[in-house]
Nanobody, 133 residues
Framework: SQVLVESGGDSVQAGGSLRLSCVGS????????????MAWFRQSPGKEREGVAA????????YYSDAIKGRFTISRDNAKNTHFLQMDALKPDDTAVYYC??????????????????????WGQGTQVTVSS
């Protein structure tokens, strides 16, 4: 079974909004979901997977890539083993498969490591976001 499962991807017009969700397996995390940094990445055809946002275990610290800063908001609900990516003012360049990620070594989101894909060893299957102009 999947450790992380994303949902919420869809096709929208430019300027629209979507909210992605990522649920962590209760079998894998139990009541420890809130112990780990959680992140969102995205990948479009022909491009490298890039870090979009990350959130600290408690939710008090958030990190964003320059490409989406001010438009996307990451949050989490540890009681529900879930974290979210609220995406507003979407642009065609935001079109990609979005993945959530975590790693049980990451008890904090390191400011220099959160956006690196090799920092994580647990990934969801991805959810497609398509933004048309």
């Amino acid at each position: 079974s999947q450790v992380l499962v994303e949902s919420g991807g869809d096709s929208v017009q430019a300027g629209g909004s979507l909210r992605l969700s990522c649920v962590g397996s209760g079998y894998m995390f139990g009541d420890k979901f809130g112990d780990y940094c959680m992140a969102w990445f995205r990948q479009s055809p022909g491009k490298e997977r890039e870090g979009v946002a990350a959130i600290s275990p408690s939710g008090t610290m958030t990190y964003y890539s320059d490409a989406i800063k001010g438009r996307f908001t990451i949050s989490r609900d540890n009681a529900k083993n879930t974290h979210f990516l609220q995406m507003d003012a979407l642009k065609p360049d935001d079109t990609a498969v979005y993945y959530c990620a975590t790693d049980r070594r990451m008890y904090n989101c390191d400011s220099g490591l959160w956006s690196l894909k090799w920092s994580y060893n647990y990934w969801g299957q991805g959810t497609q976001v398509t933004v048309s102009s």
